[in-house]
């Protein structure tokens, strides 16, 4: 499957931005598969942001609770990472990722997501 991130942009400290990752190729949407939302802020290494199962169940990174929602639209193969009260720590390369052989997320390892979408930059002011 193909993954492709868009939504990034430059948005002042409190605002908000909604990326997204479609998903493409013969192995079915997201509403398949385990997907998550990660993020590598320059000099630091790539982290788990948000998760979602099959079933729609979610687990969040403590930094994001209460402020990003993971989602996704089964019908139109796409992802979601709605980001809301943005602060400037959350400046990151944002990447989405799939399990294609998982319904579950049971891990937030990078080696257990073998698909991964090119990124899209935040950049919080």
Do not use: H
Request: glycine share 12%; proline share 2%; net charge neutral.
């Amino acid at each position: 499957v193909q993954l492709v991130e868009s939504g990034g942009d430059l948005v002042q400290s409190g605002g908000s931005l909604r990326l997204s990752c479609a998903a493409s190729g013969n192995t079915g949407g997201p509403g398949r598969y385990c997907m998550g939302w990660f993020r590598q802020a320059p000099g630091k290494e790539r982290a788990g942001v948000a998760t979602i199962d099959s079933d729609g169940s979610t687990s969040y990174a403590d930094s994001v609770k209460g402020r990003f929602t993971i989602s996704k639209d089964n019908a139109k193969n796409t992802l979601y990472l709605q980001m809301n009260a943005l602060k400037p720590e959350d400046t990151a390369m944002y990447y989405c990722a799939a399990n294609l052989a998982s319904t579950v997320c049971i891990s937030w390892l990078l080696q257990y997501f073998d698909n991964w979408g090119q990124g899209t930059q935040v950049t919080v002011s």
